[in-house]
């Protein structure tokens, strides 16, 4: 089961990195897809190593500041909030699905036993002689009924397991490890923001220690502040470009939510295939119990009660003492 569950995993993860536009046509994707040998994950390490930063070569690096708006932080922020309550209600549907899946899988057991369960009442051999019950044939009539029963119980156990379908746990698995991963983004951006925030304070620390300095008359060395200028420069730039980054990301997010009506389609069309076959087989079982174990009108036991006649009625046939009567 835990080799299963991380086979899965591994696949959803693999199918977003390649559904990605950048990602999946990353040559560490492509590698790590068709590399053979041993100690893979060495391989990428060293192939990784001399990879730049992208801030370095990224065409969009040096325009992301024009290129988003002045309401991009305020997006930003709210889509964080709308991404926890998708987490949240995605992570209900799941567990919904998973006890789903858990229920079906008992269903299939219980019919897989309720047919192997008429069988043996077909089959038994301490169930084969009469019944110790005078000349009443009732029981050679139910085993003979019993043996096309047992065909028509077998088909339960097939249908249940068509609704054991893990299509809907993983359409919901799937799209949940998407919007997680933004989460995962966007917290991993609001560490480098926070950064950011430290390195202007740091800066504007060493400029006002610089400006006593010299209001002091007293000299001192300007290249802290002028490397402390570069640090805090390029943060910015970083800081921004992550913003433009996350802000691409978060368009992958709203095409992505063409997911949830194909969630709800796979588990509208496996419960309606699934209650389809159910009702077929348990109508045929239905048909066939009607009559099951009834005697022919010819045929009287020699312990049921005689109907009797009511002056000015007559005789209605057969009748089978019955407690619910």
Not at 51 to 62: I, R, V, W
Not at 86 to 108: C, D, F, H, P, S
Not at 141 to 164: E, G, N, R, W
Not at 241 to 257: A, P, R, T
Request: with cysteine; hydrophobic share 40%.
């Amino acid at each position: 089961v835990f080799t299963e569950q991380r086979r899965q995993d591994l696949r959803r993860f693999l199918l977003l990195i390649l559904r990605h536009p950048v990602l999946g046509k990353d040559e560490c994707v492509a590698f790590f897809l068709t590399a053979a040998g041993q100690d893979i994950g060495a391989q990428l390490k060293e192939k990784i190593k001399p990879l730049e930063d992208e801030m370095t070569f990224n065409e969009y690096a040096d325009e992301a500041k024009e290129l988003i708006t002045t309401d991009t932080e305020a997006k930003f922020e709210k889509l964080l909030k709308q991404t926890a309550v998708m987490i949240g209600v995605m992570t209900n549907m799941l567990n919904v699905a998973q006890n789903m899946e858990t229920r079906n899988q008992q269903l299939q057991q219980d019919m897989s036993q309720l047919a192997d369960t008429i069988n043996t009442l077909h089959t038994s051999p301490l169930l084969a002689s009469q019944w110790t019950s005078g000349n009443d044939g009732a029981w050679s009539k139910i085993k003979a009924d019993i043996a096309p029963l047992v065909d028509k119980f077998a088909p339960l156990s097939s249908c249940a397991q068509k609704q054991v379908s893990s299509e809907f746990t993983e359409a919901v698995h799937l799209f949940l490890d998407l919007i997680v991963a933004y989460q995962d983004l966007a917290e991993r951006r609001e560490r480098l923001h926070s950064l950011y925030l430290k390195t202007i304070a740091k800066h504007q620390a060493l400029v006002a220690v610089k400006e006593r300095a010299e209001a002091q008359g007293k000299k001192i060395d300007p290249s802290k502040v002028l490397k402390s200028g570069e640090e805090l420069a390029q943060m910015e730039k970083r800081d921004i470009f992550s913003l433009y980054c996350l802000d691409l990301e978060s368009q992958l997010v709203h095409i992505n939510l063409v997911q949830i009506p194909m969630i709800f389609q796979v588990l509208a069309n496996v419960q309606v295939t699934g209650h389809s076959e159910f009702l077929e087989v348990w109508s045929a079982i239905k048909a066939f119990t009607d009559a099951f174990g009834k005697e022919p009108k010819s045929t009287r036991s020699s312990i049921a009660p005689q109907p009797s006649k009511s002056a000015g009625k007559e005789d209605t046939g057969d009748a089978i003492f019955s407690p619910f009567s």
